[in-house]
């Protein structure tokens, strides 16, 4: 079966530092890995994209993630974080096994950046 | 060009009643996908439409139903609702084609049923 975990429910970061948010997924197929933000009482955001091709990838925001086939993570990172980015962040996956476009979102993580 | 829309953005009904909310994709967008959000379950997937045709559907049951027009516009129905209804209904579209793939979501429907 399809499926993204978030081990972490909650990201504490200071401003300033690195932050990373963990993914794992796990999918039949070429895996189509994305990342959402949602700040309060709104919808999601798109940050980024793993289709195919370089290994890492770059989004909005200074975001990028890594893919890692062997270890089936797609992690969320950030070289400075700010306090802005303090949100909500979802890793989702696109269910290969199906036709269309089912994407299966993990439980979410929020992270919380200290000024 | 302008997001996606939903209407409306906060409804109260009783059990019971059914419901009927709405959603204009980014103009262009063929793909129109629906999302319920509840602390408890996170974000699950309702059902994806393409060109009117429904193409995938996730596991909820049949009181949940939508369909999509011919403009891309799309509407999902809650019928006979009941309190665990509750929760932020996100419509989200794609462009559909090419390598599109990442979605665009509007802001949301709050659902409260009492």
């Known amino acids: 079966a399809q499926s993204v975990a978030q081990p972490e429910d909650q990201v504490n970061v200071a401003e300033g530092n690195p932050l990373t948010v963990k993914c794992t997924y796990s999918v039949s197929g070429n895996p189509y890995l994305f990342w959402y933000v949602q700040y309060p009482n709104r919808g999601l955001q798109f940050l980024l994209k793993?289709?195919?091709?370089?290994?890492l990838v770059k989004g909005s925001y200074g975001f990028e993630a890594e893919f890692n086939k062997s270890q089936t993570s797609f992690h969320l990172k950030k070289p400075s974080a700010l306090v802005s980015d303090s949100a909500l962040y979802f890793c989702a996956v696109r269910d290969g096994s199906t036709g269309g476009f089912k994407t299966i979102f993990g439980a979410g993580t929020r992270l919380f950046v200290k000024a | 060009k302008a997001g996606v829309t939903q209407t409306p953005r906060y409804l109260i009904k009783t059990r019971g009643q059914q419901v009927t909310l709405s959603c204009s994709p980014i103009s262009g967008h063929r793909s129109v996908s629906w999302y319920q959000q509840t602390p408890g379950q996170g974000l699950q997937f309702l059902f994806e439409?393409?060109?009117?045709?429904?193409?995938n559907k996730g596991n909820f049951p049949g009181r949940f139903s939508g369909r999509q027009f011919s403009n891309s516009r799309s509407e999902m129905n809650v019928s006979t609702l009941e309190l665990g209804d509750s929760a932020l209904y996100l419509c989200?579209?794609?462009?559909?084609?090419?390598?599109?793939?990442?979605?665009?979501f509007g802001p949301g429907t709050r659902l409260t049923v009492t």
């Open positions: 793993y289709i195919t091709g370089d290994n």
């Open positions: 439409y393409f060109s009117e045709t429904q193409r």
């Open positions: 989200a579209s794609r462009a559909g084609q090419g390598t599109s793939y990442e979605q665009y």
